[in-house]
């Protein structure tokens, strides 16, 4: 079983930046491909980016492309999401999810059986 723990999240104007973290428990990190996605109020939850297990291969949303960045330090468990240029479109909460069926970049949320709690992050314009 594989627990996740996002932080990270806050008030921002539009324009700025934020970084979200997400930390596993467990000695196997390095095994599971690491996914963010975001449901904002009144919508249904949207895929935003994924690295591979070793962080050789990333794919995002298109909405945020550019402006987001994901990685990861298997050295410490941990799976980053660098947001820049935030707009208010990007209010929602962020969730961290991982799956262990090899390096695919899925970004069919149903493809990930393990996900964090969410972490609010709302942009102000």
């Known amino acids: 079983q594989v627990q996740l723990v996002e932080s990270g999240g806050g008030l921002v104007q539009a324009g700025g930046s934020l970084r979200l973290s997400c930390t596993t428990s467990?000695?196997?990190?390095?095994?599971?491909?690491m996914g963010w996605f975001r449901q904002a109020p009144g919508k249904e939850r949207e895929f935003v980016a994924v690295?591979?297990?070793?962080?050789?291969?990333?794919d995002y949303a298109d909405s945020v492309k550019g402006r987001f960045t994901i990685s990861r330090d298997n050295a410490k468990n941990t799976v980053f999401l660098q947001m820049n240029s935030l707009e208010s479109e990007d209010t929602a909460v962020y969730y961290c999810?991982?799956?262990?069926?090899?390096?695919?970049?899925?970004?069919?949320?149903?493809?990930?059986?393990?996900w964090g709690q969410g972490t609010q992050v709302t942009v102000s314009s």
């Open positions: 467990g000695r196997t990190f390095s095994t599971y491909t």
């Open positions: 999810a991982a799956h262990g069926y090899g390096s695919w970049l899925y970004a069919n949320e149903r493809m990930y059986p393990y």
């Open positions: 690295i591979s297990r070793r962080g050789d291969s990333t």
